[in-house]
């Protein structure tokens, strides 16, 4: 079954940058489509951006300009480049393979004003 194993979270000031990862390992990487999430506390799961099997990407309009989703078929590995971050980034980020209910643990993210 389909597993996921993210990292890259952490403690960073507002302005700052991140690169998260996620390893996707129990399905056919390249065939699916690919999202990240983000939850805050006492918020619901939002799609922050996805990415489709031939690598065009989608971002919601908060992070348009400063987020940047991409793939590595090879490494069977999706990102997601964080730049300008704001306080209200702060969340745990979850990917998924968009086509499956399945969920990793997330990472952290925090960002400090």
């Known amino acids: 079954q389909v597993q996921f194993v993210e990292s890259g979270g952490g403690l960073v000031q507002a302005g700052g940058s991140l690169r998260l990862s996620c390893v996707v390992s129990?399905?056919?990487?390249?065939?699916?489509?690919l999202g990240w999430y983000r939850q805050a506390p006492g918020k619901q799961r939002d799609l922050v951006a996805s990415?489709?099997?031939?690598?065009?990407?989608t971002y919601t309009d908060s992070v348009t300009g400063r987020f940047t989703i991409s793939r590595d078929n090879a490494k069977n590995t999706v990102y997601l480049q964080m730049n300008s971050l704001k306080p209200e980034d702060t969340a745990v980020y979850y990917c998924k393979v968009l086509a499956f209910n399945r969920w990793g643990q997330g990472t952290q993210v925090t960002v400090s004003s």
């Open positions: 990415i489709t099997n031939g690598g065009r990407p």
């Open positions: 129990g399905t056919t990487f390249s065939r699916y489509a």
